[in-house]
């Protein structure tokens, strides 16, 4: 049964076949087209970014200073002289029964917008900070949430720890890709059963730097209901590649390797909402040049996993 969640406004950019309603043909993908990058490319679009802003891209921002995903200011695309292209399709593939991982199935302006979204958000009151445990260690990573807070020691709050500031709402038109994203998952496993509807009200963001990363664990903060209904985590990545790894033990050795990269979907429900997984390592330098070139999204990956609490 279909989950009816409101607003349902769609993202500015989506192409004119993506309705909520739609599951197939496959979506437009304009990634497919994106120029290849190269090491050159690359350094140049790096070397302006530095050039602009006069800083370290890898600075180790905390939340005493505010985290933003890009930097403001002018890119001078005109001198990427790289204009090649890959071809990157998009293809599915059932990893465990209700696991599924959708390739490339995030188009560019999509993931553009929702890179700007993140920034907006992230870089304010209650956006993006390290998490640290009392015992003084900190995530690899830099985290907000939408909808409820979550911390690795409070678990799930209504406010946030850092300046009790009230999450905001998750973005109305990512409520809305999320729901069609799960529609395009359950036309492409065997029932649809496998992985039951949900209305997205919890999101956490993360954004790993090229040294960043997460441990194995489970995603079983949520409601008992949800847990045991096995709502999915629906989670999108974006920028540098990484390897996940998941398995149905907290042992790293055993678990299965799986490359995500900028565009991907993957989502699980069902019999595998809590399996085990985590960011084994980023993929330096391996953001798509055509992302970088409209966002100057800062080195590192941006993953959103959205649920239903
Ligand atoms: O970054 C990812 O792909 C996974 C994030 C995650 O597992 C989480 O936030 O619980
Ligand atoms: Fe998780």
Redesign the pocket.
Known sequence: MLTTCYPRPTLLCLPSNHSPNSSFPHRVNDLSMQPKSTGISRRLVIGQYKQYHNTSIDLPLNRTQPFGLILPGPINSSSVIDQSVIIRPTSYEILESGMILMKNHINLNEQVEIVNICHKLGVGAGGFYRPTYGSGSKLRLHMMSFGRNWHPETKYTQLYRSDGSKPPPVPGVLVSLVQTLIQDARARVKSPYEIPSMCPDIC?V?F?SVVGG?GL?Q?NDESYEGLTKGLP?V?I?IGDS?E?LYGHTRDKFKARKVL?ESGDV?LFGGKSRLIY???NKIIPDSTPLSLLQKTMLKPG?L?L?FRQF
Do not use: E, K
Request: hydrophobic content about 35%; glycine content about 6%.
């Open positions: 956490l993360n790993y997460l664990h995603d985590v989670s990545s990484c996940f995500l993957l997984h985590g960011v990956r993953n996993t």
